[in-house]
């Protein structure tokens, strides 16, 4: 009886592990289901790149539509999203009126008809504040911003579905303020933290300041994002809580920067990021520093157009909601410290990636929870056998 008690808890446990696998490698696979086929192109089509800066046109085919991710560096760095319900749609470009900037239309993305919904984030300024009194306020005491149209980008570093652009302040040459845009048409998380999940609906910016000298020696920073759309832009900020911190030690939240249609619960677009910023290239729990977000504002969108080239080339009638994301609290270590600082965040389209357990903790909360449950199962097949084999002895004892 003991071999065939053994013989049935092994099958048990294999059939659990084998649920416990197959669990864990259905959801593995999950995220490679669907993919978009990406194209890249640059403008100015020449070998030299343009004084004024650049523009990248990354084109991303569904299956039934297509997203155009458009980063551009003439003025106020811009990233444009915009999604059509068509595969065959194009984006043209009059680069000569693009340049000038004097009137809206020489951006066009066609058919548009096919165009369901567009935003675009415009990062308008750095602001730069005096924290002598160590509360991270950023109330007072702040320096003459340094306005990112009129900073000096380098030529974009492209890399596949990457770009990076470098810039400094006018009659400056102490350190930079980069961008690096990532699109990459499927789901998946990078390697460095607060590795977010991407989908493929979805691009990544990562902001970092390196080396830029501050003014003063409690200085922190704040980074100004402008939000522009149509009729619905990016209007409010939503914060969710989460349980785990696998990807991202020590941070239990997201926030979501989110446009819905007349405050509908269904999402156009979003912009969604994590409450962190790291204080060196690569990220590890002690050069993590928080960051908070200041409630979104309606801005003049006159000002917002004038300040980037993509909004000018392809909104006519924009509207425009304003946010401040502010780096480090009381008590934290100020910039100079280790002269970097780096944030990174996802723009894009739909409802925004919604982060679960993965397949290893799923694997061993299955097996947590199962071990009691076998256990008790086979304490009771054991007890019932017993059970039944002294009942069996006892109904045929011999009759003397």
């Known amino acids: ?12 446990w294999g059939i659990l592990l084998l649920f416990v696998c197959s669990s864990s490698q259905s959801l593995f696979n999950g995220g490679d289901s669907y993919k978009r086929e990406l194209t890249v192109k640059l403008y100015p089509n020449t070998s030299s790149p343009s004084p004024g800066g650049e523009l990248l046109h990354v084109r991303a085919v569904g299956g039934n539509d297509t997203l155009h991710f458009l980063f551009c560096s003439q003025g106020a760095p811009t990233l444009l999203v915009v999604h059509t319900n068509s595969p065959s749609s194009i984006v043209e470009v009059n680069w000569p009126q693009f340049v000038a900037r004097n ?14 919904y567009s935003t675009a984030v415009v990062f308008s300024r750095l602001l730069e504040y005096d924290d002598e009194n160590n509360t991270a306020e950023g109330t007072s005491n702040f320096f003459p911003p340094y306005e990112l149209q009129d900073f000096s980008w380098s ?5 596949k579905p990457t ?31 607060p590795r977010l999940l991407h989908s493929p609906n979805s691009s990544q910016v990562e902001v970092w300041l390196d080396g830029l000298l501050p003014r003063s020696n409690t200085s922190r920073f704040v980074l100004e994002l402008q939000a522009v759309g149509g009729a619905f832009p990016l209007s409010k900020v939503d914060v969710r809580q989460f349980i785990d911190d696998e990807y991202t030690p020590s941070i239990f939240k997201v926030s ?16 969604q990021w994590k409450p962190v910023a790291y204080r060196r290239p690569r990220p590890a729990l002690e050069d993590a520093t928080p960051c908070r977000h200041s409630e979104p504002q309606p801005q003049t969108a006159n000002k917002t157009t004038d300040s980037s080239a993509l909004i000018k ?53 299955a097996a947590g929870l199962g071990i009691p449950f076998v256990l008790l199962l086979v304490g009771g097949v054991c007890v019932f056998i017993m059970k039944r084999r002294d009942t069996s002895d006892a109904a045929y004892q011999p009759i003397n």
Request: glycine share 10%.
């Open 163 to 193: 770009a990076v652009i470098c810039g400094s302040a006018p009659h400056s040459s102490n350190g930079s303020l980069c961008f690096q845009l990532t699109v990459l048409g499927s789901e998946g998380r990078p390697e460095l933290w």
């Open 103 to 116: 009137t809206s239309g020489s951006l066009r993305v066609e058919p548009q008809s096919s165009i369901l």
């Open 155 to 159: 030529p974009m570093n492209l890399s």
């Open 1 to 12: 009886m003991a071999a065939a008690m053994t013989a049935d808890s092994g099958r048990v």
């Open 313 to 365: 080339a392809f909104y006519s009638d924009p509207r425009a909601v304003g946010m401040n994301v502010s780096f480090g609290i009381a008590g934290e270590p100020f910039y100079n410290s280790t002269m970097f600082l780096s944030w990174t965040m996802l723009v894009g389209v739909g409802s925004p990636p919604v982060d679960s357990f993965s397949p290893l903790v799923i694997g061993i909360m």
């Open 256 to 271: 979501q920067w989110v446009s819905s249609a007349n405050n509908g619960s269904d999402i156009l677009g979003f912009v």
